[in-house]
Structures are given as structure tokens and as C-alpha cells.
């Protein structure tokens, strides 16, 4: 019985999840109700209170995991010091989960979202690696959040901007100074 269980708390989950998100595609955060995720997600109101204790819960497991995949996928081309291999494929990771990213990080709900996958990413990175110098922590956060801003822009008008050339800017305005900064800190740091 409770391994039936437990795959009711996971598709539960996951329909919230999913209901989240496409609300979010074309609202705010602040004109999504609990009514209306439990609504789409197919499950009473009352459950959705047995899975999160509101709306703003459900948005940070939604970035959670969004960003724990993101992490996976570039974490071993940045720890080869694959610099353009890492911007282009996280740019192929945004692609491939293309109406989620739009819905969260371009959407009307983008600023919260962009924040807490930010807050995600440094404590994941806090936690896998010890800082070197006090600059560490300072590049951590230019390095995340300068990247989530680029793919929040390039979501918004991607015929403008092919996969390409939205790796080569991320690789040049973003990985290869913070990589420099790395290299040669600078004095007294």
C-alpha cells in the first residue's frame, strides 16, 4: 500500500508542477491562485495543502528541479573547462524544456523564479565545492545571475538570436572573464 502511495504523492507532484507551470505561461505569479493550480492539476484544494503550504512552495520545487537539471548537464563540460560546449548546451537544455523556461524565467513570474533559481544554484554550488578566496562568492553570483538575465532576454524574442550565437555570447561575456577572474584574482583577494 504505501508503495500505491507513493506514486500518488509523485504524480500529485508532478501534476502540480505542471499545472504551475502552464498557468504561469500566460499570468502572473500574483494571479495565480491555489484554486487555480489545483483546478488544472485535476486534485482537490485541500490536497494541494498536503503536498505544498502555498503557491510560493510549489514555484521554488518547480525551480528546484529545474535547476538541478540545468546543474547536471553543464556541471562536467565547466569542470573540463568546456567553456563554449557549456553555453551551448545549456542553451540546447533551455531549448529542449523551451515552454517551462518561458513560462518561469520570461513569464510574468520571471523575477521570482530568476530569484530562487539563483539562491538554488549558489547553495548547490556552496555545497559541492570550498570557496578558494572571498571572490568566490562574488563570481558565484555574477556568474548565475548574469546567466539566467542573458537566457531571460534571448526567451523573449529567440527568432532574434539563434542557439549559436547565444552560446558565443554567453561564453564570451560571461564564462571566460569570470574564468580569467579565477585564474588571476585580483590583488589582495
Known sequence: ?????????????????????????????????????AARAGVGYATFFRHYVDKEALLADVADLLTQAFLAR????LQQRD??????SLCDFV??????????????SG????????????VTVA???QPASPLDDLIQLHLVSTILNLVAWWLRDLEAVDVATMAEIIERLVLTPVGGLRADPPKGL
Open 1 to 37: 500500500m504505501s508503495r500505491l502511495s507513493d506514486a500518488r504523492v509523485v504524480r500529485t507532484r508532478q501534476a502540480l508542477r505542471q499545472a504551475m507551470t502552464e498557468l504561469a505561461e500566460d499570468r502572473p505569479l500574483e494571479a495565480i491562485t491555489v484554486r487555480a493550480i
Open 74 to 77: 553543464i556541471r562536467p563540460l
Open 111 to 122: 523575477q521570482t523564479v530568476r530569484a530562487e533559481m539563483l539562491r538554488q544554484c549558489l
Open 127 to 129: 555545497n559541492t565545492r
Open 83 to 88: 567553456r563554449r560546449g557549456a553555453a551551448r
Open 95 to 108: 531549448l529542449e524544456h523551451l515552454a517551462l523556461y518561458r513560462a518561469l524565467i520570461a513569464g510574468g
